[in-house]
């Protein structure tokens, strides 16, 4: 059983930057879809990016576009999540999630496994 484990996540103020990684021991890393997913108190979990195998293919979601940017290396097995202009309804736990198959979707229902989570909260 594959466990990602974030890092990263903590308190900022509104409009500071943060990068988030993720680290995920497996072998087969390089063969894996990879995304974020967020979680704000009392909402359900949406998606926040998601990038192919090979990095080619990478979707947001429109409440990020153009200010997160998702990147990955497979030599290290990491992927991560730059975030930047952070605004207060970007406060969430933010998790890692992993996709058998390469093909990169924003749909959490496709993601085989999935990491604990990290907070990040954006307050003045």
């Known amino acids: 059983q594959v466990q990602p484990v974030e890092s990263g996540g903590g308190l900022v103020q509104p409009g500071d930057s943060l990068r988030l990684s993720c680290s995920a021991s497996t072998r087969t890393f390089g063969d894996h879809a990879m995304a974020w997913f967020r979680q704000a108190p009392g909402k359900e979990r949406e998606s926040v990016a998601a990038?192919?195998?090979?990095?080619?293919?990478?979707y947001y979601s429109d409440s990020v576009k153009g200010r997160f940017t998702i990147s990955r290396d497979n030599a290290k097995n990491m992927v991560y999540l730059q975030m930047t202009s952070l605004k207060p309804e970007d406060t969430a736990v933010y998790y890692c999630a992993g996709r058998i198959s390469g093909f990169a979707t924003l749909s959490s229902t496709d993601y085989e496994y999935w990491g604990q989570g990290t907070q990040v909260t954006v307050s003045s």
């Open positions: 990038i192919s195998w090979g990095g080619a293919n990478i």
